[in-house]
């Protein structure tokens, strides 16, 4: 997972990634961590740098040597607007509907030798008392970085031809 969260860092800092963003008014991502509550207490962190990505893993082994990472990632979002019925300015509060199409999007494309194409499974708008607005896309892929248990080494050899012989003895 190493390598995945090198290219995470790395596809976001490209230019033209952040372009992406930038194209339709919106300030690309500025901060990527492992996730650690940061959304829920902003006392226990020192940098409160947003638009953040906030990404956990866990990875499910399966009995044929397969395994699948899951992975979680908290789009945080500084929304300072209205968007009720009321609101003044919805054009501006619904760009955070933009940031998260686009960061789907993006990452979808990171994918490494050990980590598959991303698939969306899951995505949510928390509704918990957060310091940010946070939105949770969850994606899956196929995983190759570690095996459950060792594989034994098969032995090989020319079974084209077989030799046989009787020498079966019986008891009676």
């Known amino acids: 997972m ?10 976001f800092e490209q230019e033209a990634t952040k372009d992406l ?8 991502i500025q901060y990527i961590d492992f996730y650690a509550g940061q959304d829920y207490n902003d006392n226990l962190f020192e940098a409160h740098i947003f638009p953040a990505l906030l990404v956990q893993w866990q990875i499910a082994y399966t009995d044929n040597y397969e395994a699948v990472a ?15 019925s009321l609101g003044q300015n919805k054009v501006e509060g619904l760009k955070f509907l933009d940031f998260i199409n686009i960061t789907d999007s993006i990452l979808k494309t990171v994918e490494t030798p050990s980590t598959g194409k991303l698939h969306l499974i899951n ?11 946070v939105f949770t896309l969850t994606y899956q892929c196929s995983y190759c970085g570690k ?25 009676f």
């Open 21 to 28: 963003y930038r194209s339709k008014g919106i300030v690309p």
């Open 123 to 133: 995505e949510s708008l928390s509704i918990e008392d957060t310091v940010v607005d």
């Open 147 to 171: 095996q459950k248990s060792p594989q034994t080494k098969g032995l090989r050899g020319d079974f084209e031809r077989v030799e046989l012989t009787a020498k079966l003895k019986s008891r």
């Open 2 to 11: 190493k390598d995945f969260y090198n290219k995470l860092h790395q596809v």
């Open 70 to 84: 899951t992975l979680t990632f908290r789009l945080c979002y500084e929304q300072l607007r209205d968007l009720s």
